[in-house]
């Protein structure tokens, strides 16, 4: 069960098929900021472009998206993120949360973040606007506790090997060309893009949590919008 | 469309993308192998000169040699565009690692749009192929190559071969983009042999060091373009080569979403810049001058109403397409260059010069240095007299300096010798055994003839001189790893293990506390004995003293 969306909910169910895409990573403590941000950023590298340009009659041209390496300290891996400094700080904040949760009382270390496409359907007056979700990844983490210094070595490593499936997984499903929202006129991309950010255009999307208490219940469920103007109406 | 088969226009735009897409396919790759961090900025405002909306730079040598490779064609069937991936030791060994294959098959999507479907995915395809070469085994040797190694490239057309990569190699598949003539697929074949050691760390037997001996083989297919190494670069200061250049060749891309009533092009100036005042066999500015503007002639409109069919991803998409050039612009780039403008990496180099040719890595991360005492573990023997360096061992010929890893061995007792690993080839890949004595040490032929000892380990001196020239150096850097491509359980070796054990012999049993102080104990027990005798000769002692006097 997911978190509620910060829309309100349509009165008709949604007509497409929202793709669903699960990943499971167990790693320690201190790995945890670093795996979810590389799966998130490789995500959001396939869900970006660069910033639209419209121009008149309808024609627009598209910025340019630069990438860069990124090194994790706490695993043998490396990954590409788009060069945004915007979005880095807003999965950093939102993942940060997620690791401070799976750390707090209540929680044997299980928890999951999911990284949501949607679009956005206007609605009349006095109507809020429609969240339709087209895309969700969603990343399980389980926590391990490592007794000594071999140990993490070997985790060290294991969870960059995992990473690297991860990675491959993750492009498998990009590669199959499925639905991707059709192009907007200039009046419609705020409905599908995120046009906040300067230097890239990321498909909207939003990011929430939940961790699993020792129970096996859902103790909290947290949304940490990312989008400024996702209520506005 | 209007028409159901391919427009002349439609069909030199996919010509183009197909162009570019291969030469930008190759630039990724070789620049995933440098050996270093890509950063390439984003830029709201679009240049015009970066293809597929992605600021991936384009190295002059890399798109020469590409452009060579290609000698005009474009993957077709049967005719694929490979990148050989591959490692060269300093001792001139070579092993290919990938083959990237950018390959085409006989699947067409007639329904697809060229100018803007076809551009979109094959920019989502570069970035998965950003994403995926950073994740096959190469990515983390490339990243630590520079003393013992380095990575090589060589780009090919036609048939691929992976016969080079070993038994059992793996494939991943990066993407795959269908357009009206074919489908693109990338995708890359990687030799597992040396993934395969990273799982036997679980595995409590000694690691088994041998050499691999297929890895030195010739390569069987006469290479019909020579290997370049990918950290091409040297000093900054007389680079033989000019720096990353933007790409010369325009690509102007301008979409609509509206049903334009008439043709609207977007005209972007191509950013030339004047070429450093170096011998260079890449790219030369256009015979036309530096920045020019054309305009396109023709247009090509194409709109697809929404209503045309649910279900396809693409419907409502009305482009206008103002990409690609008149094919009567002369802007061809290809400049008759230099053979060889990439130094070929010397077959026996050494370690100085192999400096001067390829950018040495910095120390690597992550390794701490400190010297230890002269007095190794061998020379704790404080029961006795022995000197320090006068035991018995190799040891006496090397002043070693141990390289311990932080926090690693605060278990261990003090006298074992602890030696952490150096990052060597494939060293992440080797075993990393819960008992780091049972590691076998490397054992390299020496590079100077005038080495004494056949034992000597690698001797890298890891200052900042980066020449090492055997023995001359009193410094010597002992390092415990494990050798290069010698995982093989078939072809046990027998020096690393006997340097392993000779390396740590046991103590002598005499210097041992408990013998030592057992005979000491019996000493005393026969004391009262012994004096007891000496007393009763202590006459004929007398005597012989006197005789001496």
Same mark, same amino acid.
């Given at each position: 069960?997911?978190?509620?969306?910060?829309?309100?909910?349509?009165?008709?169910?949604?007509?497409?098929?929202?793709?669903?895409?699960?990943?499971?990573?167990?790693?320690?403590?201190?790995?945890?900021?670093?795996?979810?941000?590389?799966?998130?950023?490789?995500?959001?590298?396939?869900?970006?472009?660069?910033?639209?340009?419209?121009?008149?009659?309808?024609?627009?041209? %598209?910025?340019?998206?630069?990438?860069?390496?990124?090194?994790?300290?706490?695993?043998?891996?490396?990954?590409?993120?788009?060069?945004?400094?915007?979005?880095?700080?807003?999965?950093?904040?939102?993942?940060?949360?997620?690791?401070?949760?799976?750390?707090?009382?209540?929680?044997?270390?299980?928890?999951? %973040?999911?990284?949501?496409?949607?679009?956005?359907?206007?609605?009349?007056?006095?109507?809020?606007?429609?969240?339709?979700?087209?895309?969700?990844?969603?990343?399980?983490?389980?926590?391990?506790?490592?007794?000594?210094?071999?140990?993490?070595?070997?985790?060290?490593?294991?969870?960059?090997?995992?990473?690297?499936?991860?990675? %491959?997984? %993750?492009?498998?499903?990009?590669?199959?060309?499925?639905?991707? $929202?059709?192009?907007?006129?200039?009046?419609?991309?705020?409905?599908?893009?995120?046009?906040?950010?300067?230097?890239?255009? $990321?498909?909207?999307?939003?990011?929430?949590?939940?961790?699993?208490?020792?129970?096996?219940?859902?103790?909290?469920?947290?949304?940490?919008?990312?989008?400024?103007?996702?209520?506005?109406? | 469309?209007?028409?159901?088969?391919?427009?002349?226009?439609?069909?030199?735009?996919?010509?183009? !993308?197909?162009? !570019?897409?291969?030469?930008?396919?190759?630039?990724?790759?070789?620049?995933?192998?440098?050996?270093?961090?890509?950063?390439?900025?984003?830029?709201?405002?679009?240049?015009?000169?970066?293809?597929?909306?992605?600021?991936?730079?384009?190295?002059?040598?890399?798109?020469?040699?590409?452009?060579?490779?290609?000698?005009?064609?474009?993957?077709?069937?049967?005719?694929?565009?490979?990148?050989?991936?591959?490692?060269?030791?300093?001792?001139?060994?070579?092993?290919?690692?990938?083959?990237?294959?950018?390959?085409?098959?006989?699947?067409?999507?007639?329904?697809?749009?060229?100018?803007?479907?076809?551009?979109?995915?094959?920019?989502?395809?570069?970035?998965?192929?950003?994403?995926?070469?950073?994740?096959?085994?190469?990515?983390?040797?490339?990243?630590?190559?520079?003393?013992?190694?380095?990575?090589?490239?060589?780009?090919?057309?036609?048939? +691929?071969?992976?016969?080079?990569?070993?038994?059992?190699?793996?494939? &991943?598949?990066?993407?795959? +983009?269908?357009?009206?003539?074919?489908?693109?697929?990338?995708?890359?074949?990687?030799?597992?042999?040396?993934?395969?050691?990273?799982?036997?760390?679980?595995?409590?037997?000694?690691?088994?060091?041998?050499?691999?001996?297929?890895?030195?083989?010739?390569?069987?297919?006469?290479?019909?373009?020579?290997?370049?190494?990918?950290?091409?670069?040297?000093?900054?200061?007389?680079?033989?080569?000019?720096? &990353?250049?933007?790409?010369?060749?325009?690509?102007?891309?301008?979409?609509?979403?509206?049903?334009?009533?008439?043709?609207? !092009?977007?005209?972007?100036?191509?950013?030339?810049?004047?070429?450093?005042?170096?011998?260079?066999?890449?790219?030369? +500015?256009?015979?036309?001058?530096?920045?020019?503007?054309?305009?396109?002639?023709?247009?090509?409109?194409?709109?697809?109403?929404?209503?045309?069919?649910?279900?396809?991803?693409?419907?409502?998409?009305? &482009?206008?397409?103002?990409?690609?050039?008149?094919?009567?612009?002369?802007?061809?780039?290809?400049?008759?260059?230099?053979?060889?403008?990439?130094?070929? &990496?010397?077959?026996?180099?050494?370690?100085?010069?192999?400096?001067?040719?390829?950018?040495?890595?910095?120390?690597?991360?992550?390794?701490?240095?400190?010297?230890?005492?002269?007095?190794?573990?061998?020379?704790?023997?404080?029961?006795?007299?022995?000197?320090?360096?006068?035991?018995?061992?190799?040891?006496?010929?090397?002043?070693?300096?141990?390289?311990?890893?932080?926090?690693?061995?605060?278990?261990?007792?003090?006298?074992?010798?602890?030696?952490?690993?150096?990052?060597?080839?494939?060293?992440?890949?080797?075993?990393?055994?819960?008992?780091?004595?049972?590691?076998?040490?490397?054992?390299?032929?020496?590079?100077?003839?005038?080495?004494?000892?056949?034992?000597?380990?690698?001797?890298?001196?890891?200052?900042?001189?980066?020449?090492?020239?055997?023995?001359?150096?009193?410094?010597?850097?002992?390092?415990? !790893?494990?050798?290069?491509?010698?995982?093989?359980?078939?072809?046990?070796?027998?020096?690393?293990?006997?340097?392993?054990?000779?390396?740590?012999?046991?103590?002598?049993?005499?210097?041992?506390?408990?013998?030592?102080?057992?005979?000491?104990?019996?000493?005393?027990?026969?004391?009262?004995?012994?004096?007891? +005798?000496?007393?009763?000769?202590?006459?004929?002692?007398?005597?012989?003293?006197?005789?001496?006097?």
């Amino acid at each position: 069960p997911l978190s509620t969306r910060c829309c309100a909910p349509s009165s008709a169910a949604p007509t497409m098929n929202c793709r669903a895409e699960v990943l499971e990573v167990s790693v320690e403590g201190r790995q945890v900021e670093e795996a979810m941000l590389a799966v998130l950023h490789t995500v959001l590298l396939h869900r970006s472009t660069g910033k639209f340009h419209y121009k008149k009659e309808g024609t627009y041209s %598209i910025g340019t998206v630069g990438t860069q390496d990124v090194d994790c300290d706490f695993i043998d891996f490396a990954y590409v993120r788009v060069s945004s400094e915007e979005l880095d700080r807003a999965l950093r904040k939102a993942v940060g949360e997620f690791k401070d949760a799976l750390r707090g009382s209540g929680s044997d270390g299980m928890g999951q %973040i999911s990284l949501e496409f949607y679009q956005k359907k206007k609605s009349r007056w006095p109507f809020s606007d429609e969240c339709i979700p087209w895309e969700l990844w969603t990343i399980k983490v389980n926590v391990v506790n490592l007794a000594n210094e071999q140990e993490r070595q070997i985790c060290r490593e294991k969870v960059g090997e995992k990473l690297c499936e991860k990675i %491959i997984n %993750i492009v498998e499903v990009m590669n199959r060309h499925e639905y991707l $929202p059709k192009m907007p006129t200039q009046s419609e991309v705020d409905n599908v893009f995120d046009t906040s950010l300067k230097d890239v255009q $990321p498909y909207l999307y939003k990011i929430s949590y939940q961790i699993t208490d020792s129970l096996g219940t859902s103790v909290t469920t947290t949304m940490r919008r990312l989008i400024k103007d996702t209520l506005a109406l | 469309a209007m028409d159901t088969d391919l427009s002349s226009q439609d069909r030199k735009d996919l010509d183009k !993308f197909i162009k !570019f897409f291969a030469l930008k396919t190759v630039q990724v790759i070789v620049q995933a192998r440098l050996g270093e961090k890509i950063c390439t900025r984003s830029s709201s405002s679009p240049t015009g000169s970066d293809w597929f909306n992605l600021a991936i730079k384009d190295i002059p040598e890399v798109t020469h040699e590409a452009k060579k490779a290609l000698a005009g064609q474009l993957p077709a069937v049967g005719r694929s565009m490979c990148v050989e991936i591959s490692l060269k030791t300093s001792e001139g060994d070579s092993m290919e690692l990938e083959i990237w294959c950018l390959e085409m098959n006989e699947k067409c999507d007639k329904e697809i749009k060229v100018s803007y479907t076809v551009y979109n995915r094959l920019s989502l395809l570069l970035k998965s192929l950003l994403a995926i070469t950073r994740v096959t085994p190469a990515y983390r040797l490339s990243r630590k190559q520079g003393h013992e190694y380095v990575i090589l490239y060589r780009i090919y057309f036609g048939e +691929v071969q992976l016969s080079g990569l070993g038994e059992g190699f793996q494939t &991943v598949r990066v993407g795959t +983009v269908g357009t009206p003539v074919g489908t693109i697929t990338l995708s890359c074949a990687y030799r597992i042999n040396l993934a395969f050691m990273s799982t036997r760390q679980f595995e409590r037997t000694p690691p088994i060091m041998g050499i691999i001996i297929d890895h030195f083989v010739d390569r069987p297919y006469p290479s019909s373009s020579p290997m370049h190494p990918c950290n091409y670069r040297a000093g900054e200061d007389n680079a033989v080569y000019p720096s &990353v250049e933007d790409s010369q060749e325009v690509c102007t891309t301008s979409f609509s979403t509206s049903p334009p009533s008439q043709c609207v !092009f977007t005209v972007t100036k191509a950013h030339f810049q004047t070429p450093p005042p170096v011998v260079t066999d890449t790219l030369k +500015v256009p015979v036309m001058g530096l920045a020019f503007s054309h305009q396109l002639s023709s247009s090509r409109l194409s709109y697809q109403p929404a209503a045309l069919g649910a279900g396809s991803a693409d419907m409502g998409y009305p &482009v206008l397409f103002a990409g690609g050039l008149n094919a009567a612009h002369p802007h061809q780039l290809i400049a008759p260059g230099k053979e060889g403008g990439v130094p070929p &990496v010397p077959s026996q180099p050494a370690h100085g010069t192999q400096a001067d040719q390829e950018r040495m890595c910095t120390p690597l991360d992550g390794v701490h240095y400190s010297a230890a005492t002269p007095s190794s573990s061998e020379d704790t023997e404080t029961v006795s007299n022995s000197s320090e360096g006068k035991c018995g061992s190799p040891h006496d010929l090397l002043e070693t300096i141990f390289i311990r890893k932080v926090g690693a061995f605060v278990n261990k007792p003090i006298n074992q010798v602890t030696m952490a690993n150096l990052d060597i080839p494939f060293a992440m890949f080797a075993p990393k055994n819960v008992e780091l004595e049972d590691n076998d040490p490397m054992v390299n032929p020496p590079e100077s003839p005038e080495t004494e000892s056949p034992l000597q380990g690698s001797l890298h001196s890891e200052g900042s001189s980066g020449s090492s020239t055997g023995n001359t150096h009193d410094d010597f850097v002992m390092i415990d !790893f494990k050798p290069a491509f010698s995982k093989d359980d078939i072809l046990p070796m027998d020096l690393g293990t006997f340097y392993r054990e000779f390396q740590n012999p046991p103590q002598l049993s005499s210097l041992s506390i408990d013998i030592g102080a057992q005979s000491m104990a019996e000493d005393l027990d026969s004391l009262p004995e012994k004096l007891a +005798v000496h007393e009763k000769n202590v006459k004929e002692f007398d005597a012989f003293v006197e005789t001496l006097q």
